[in-house]
Nanobody, 120 residues
C-alpha cells in the first residue's frame, strides 16, 4: 500500500503565506514526478505545480512568481510554499505522485486534500 498525507492548509488573509507538505509512505521503491493540484468549488481540478525527481519544476501561469514547489527525496516529501496569496487561490489542494512500488505496478497516487482559504 502507498499513502500520501497532506498538511499545512488553513485560513489566511490576502497577501499572506502558507506552506503545504505531502509525505508519501508505504511500499515505495522510488517516487518519480510529484505535484500539487487544486480544485475550487464548481471548477475542474487543475495543476498548480509539479517537480521531477531531479528537481525540474513547472508552474501554472496563475501562480508563477508566488508559489514555489520543492521536494526532499530522502523523506519522500513534496512541499508547496505559497506567498502573496489571493482569494482566487482558495481551493482544496491535492498532492499527486507517480510512484514505483516495491511490489506492484507504477501508478499515480493522490492525497486526501487540504483546504486553503484566502479571505479577510
Amino acid at each position: 500500500q502507498v499513502r500520501l498525507v497532506e498538511s499545512g492548509g488553513g485560513l489566511v488573509q490576502p497577501g499572506g503565506s502558507l506552506r503545504l507538505s505531502c509525505a508519501a509512505s508505504g511500499s515505495i521503491f522510488r517516487i518519480n514526478a510529484m505535484g500539487w493540484y487544486r480544485q475550487a468549488p464548481g471548477k475542474q481540478r487543475e495543476l498548480v505545480a509539479s517537480i521531477t525527481r531531479g528537481g525540474s519544476t513547472n508552474y501554472a501561469d496563475s501562480v508563477k512568481g508566488r508559489f514555489t514547489i520543492s521536494r526532499d527525496n530522502a523523506k519522500d516529501t513534496v512541499y508547496l510554499q505559497m506567498d502573496s496569496l489571493k482569494p482566487e487561490d482558495t481551493a482544496v489542494y491535492y498532492c499527486n505522485a507517480n510512484i514505483m512500488r516495491l511490489y506492484g505496478p507504477t501508478g499515480d497516487y493522490w492525497g486526501q486534500g487540504t483546504q486553503v482559504t484566502v479571505s479577510s
